[in-house]
């Protein structure tokens, strides 16, 4: 989508700010921590979403040492806490459809500061089911401008990737679906072009256009939104173009 790869960059220099304050390893080591004690165990050959995690913290310069350790802390008494995975959906300004993932141990928390944030720039909590139609669960490995597209596509389709997809900007991104997902990620490793980054997300289906007062808001909302130690993800439907977001950056 028209101004996707700049949006992304932005959130990623956040990420980089909030790695260095400790947030997003937080929230790096629940999930592990989740995977372990609800995806299968603690090995990551017969658990994908440990897998899918542990990659995550890789990504992020986790050290293998905090990975192993939370996955031993995991795998036994976790100081008797329970989290529970929660999804809530919800509107921001300009009629954007939006996901947010959490991990809690306290539901009315939660709810409350999501809520709070969404009420907060404009945007309104809806009930389950509202917008989560708009969203596909996919597979998404990313790759810098200058990747040999025919070489690529060619090599991703072979490993069983849904399709590949070439930005304005020239960078290029493979979809697949999330049972193929570490396959295809593996098979491109092995053939040199390993991505530059990898998950399994919500992807939508259809794109809000927005002009820029409501493109500010809803960065401001999402930038609120992944604040929150609860929340793990952060999705919409909002299409910014480059000039809008060139003046909001």
Request: hydrophobic share 40%; proline share 3%; with cysteine.
């Amino acid at each position: 989508m028209a101004g996707h790869s700049k949006w992304a960059n932005i959130r990623a220099r956040k990420g980089a700010q909030d790695a260095k304050r400790g947030k997003l390893f937080t929230k790096l080591i629940r999930e592990i921590t989740v995977a372990v004690k609800q995806g299968g165990g603690p090995d990551p050959a017969y658990n994908p979403s440990l897998r899918s995690a542990m990659d995550k913290a890789f990504s992020n310069n986790m050290k293998r040492d905090t990975i192993d350790n939370t996955i031993k802390k995991a795998s036994g008494a976790f100081d008797g806490v329970h989290y529970d995975e929660v999804r809530y959906e919800g509107y921001a300004p300009g009629g954007v459809a939006v996901l947010v993932d959490c991990l809690t141990d306290n539901r009315n928390r939660t709810v409350g500061e999501v809520r709070h944030a969404f009420t907060k720039a404009g945007g309104n909590l809806g009930t389950d089911g509202s917008v989560a139609y708009l969203f596909q669960k996919v597979g998404i490995l990313s790759f810098a401008a200058g990747q040999n597209e025919e070489r690529l596509m060619e090599a991703a389709i072979e490993a069983g990737a849904d399709d590949v997809v070439m930005h304005s900007d020239g960078s290029l991104e493979v979809l697949t679906s999330p049972e193929n997902f570490l396959p295809v990620k593996q098979s491109l490793i092995d053939a040199g072009m390993a991505p530059s980054t990898a998950e399994i997300t919500m992807r939508a289906e259809t794109h809000v256009e927005l002009d820029a007062q409501d493109a500010e808001k809803m960065i401001r909302l999402q930038e609120h939104l992944e604040d929150l130690d609860d929340v793990q993800n952060v999705y919409s439907n909002a299409e910014i173009s480059e000039e809008i977001l060139d003046g909001i950056s």
